[in-house]
């Protein structure tokens, strides 16, 4: 997928992301963040560096390599939470505030 691939996923998974209740449908939700954040990324890393990743796995890593420290640890943080409400029931729906402002991050440090 190109950049352009990547943002315009980026304007859909909100609109998806709206329709779900972020208490009761909050490990939906938590996917719906992950993919944004997962499409961010890629994004950024196509405009900043011209890297595209297959995977998500690996992310993290080529962000610190490449100096974008507080964005490798934002998205670090949606994957810890991803995994911990896929594999368990750590948190609930205060979760999606956070969740908002990691994504967030990751938007506006796609577009920077």
Do not use: F
């Not at 796995?57 to 080529?62: F, I, L, R």
């Not at 994504?103 to 577009?111: H, I």
Request: proline share 2%; aromatic share 4%.
């Amino acid at each position: 997928m190109n950049e352009d691939g990547h943002r315009r996923a980026l304007e859909e998974l909100p609109a998806s992301r709206a329709k779900l209740d972020p208490a009761a449908d909050l490990r939906l939700y938590v996917e719906a963040c992950h993919g944004m954040a997962i499409h961010a990324i890629a994004a950024g890393l196509l405009r900043r560096h011209g890297v595209d990743l297959d995977q998500h796995q690996g992310m993290t890593a080529a962000l610190r390599g490449r100096g974008h420290v507080a964005a490798a640890g934002d998205l670090a943080e949606v994957e810890q939470i991803r995994t911990g409400r896929w594999y368990g029931r750590q948190g609930n729906g205060g979760l999606a505030h956070a969740l908002d402002d990691l994504v967030r991050r990751l938007e506006e440090w796609s577009l920077g």
